[in-house]
């Protein structure tokens, strides 16, 4: 990949990949354009975050029994969603790739589409196992990537991970329209069940993927102490082995 750089641990990594033949794994390491991370509000970030905060609006309009609320609703959904998309072309096209950016775009996506499912539970559209499988997932994956910032590199999404985004997108669409449009109920359950398979196979690729660089990390660098600190102690520092 010609004109990216790697910072840190992952420039490390990605050599060491290189020595031994193989290809650096991209999908778990970020890529960084020179100045990329100097500007830390940019527009794909400022879409990012502006999706956010149309959460809220999305669940009234979804809640609320008035007319028409159901069309409002889904007009705000697939206006957020198309920022989704909008953001991260913006952020490859123009070097504005951020480490606040990359964290920010799977919250965003969480938090959106969480909200919508569980509207939907409320008004009874679909059970509330499937939310709770899907939002489960969302928090699992949500806490690899924290653990993987901590050991200096990002997790990106996988094609899986984007093709189930797509899918909570038209499910969404589908299940709020069902009532104005009785067609759509049966492609919006189908839908759902194939959210549902994504949501768990995408997560166990992210585990999979992640347990491999954390494997190679451990083969590649020398053990690093860890920094415990307790509320009635001062901090100590202890030799952990790196796994």
């Not at 790697?6 to 390491?29: I, P, T």
């Not at 409002?72 to 998309?85: E, H, I, K």
Request: aromatic share 8%; hydrophobic share 50%; proline share 5%.
């Amino acid at each position: 990949m010609q004109g990216v750089r790697y910072s840190g641990r992952a420039a490390q990594e990605h050599s060491h990949f290189r020595q031994r033949g193989g290809r650096s794994a991209v999908s778990f390491l970020i890529p960084i354009r020179p100045g990329a991370g100097s500007r830390r509000m940019n527009l794909p970030t400022t879409l990012t975050i502006l999706r956010i905060f149309i959460v809220p609006l999305l669940v009234v309009l979804l809640l609320t029994k008035e007319e028409n609320m159901d069309l409002w609703a889904v007009g705000l959904f697939l206006s957020a969603a198309v920022t989704d998309a909008l953001d991260g072309y913006l952020a490859r096209k123009h070097g504005q790739i951020t480490t606040l950016g990359v964290l920010l775009d799977p919250i965003a996506d969480k938090l959106l589409t969480s909200a919508a499912f569980i509207s939907l539970v409320e008004l009874g559209r679909i059970p509330a196992w499937m939310v709770a499988i899907i939002i489960g997932r969302e928090f699992a994956v949500s806490g690899l990537r924290a653990v993987a910032s901590s050991k200096g590199f990002a997790i990106a999404a996988s094609d899986l991970g984007k093709a189930k985004m797509v899918f909570q997108v038209c499910a969404i669409t589908a299940l709020v329209l069902d009532r104005r449009f009785p067609v759509l109920g049966a492609p919006g359950d189908f839908l759902m069940w194939v959210v549902v398979i994504f949501a768990l196979v995408s997560a166990l690729q992210y585990f999979w993927g992640f347990w491999r660089r954390v494997d190679l990390r451990s083969r590649t660098q020398p053990d690093q102490p860890m920094v415990v600190l307790r509320l009635d102690e001062k901090e100590e520092e202890k030799d952990v082995p790196a796994r």
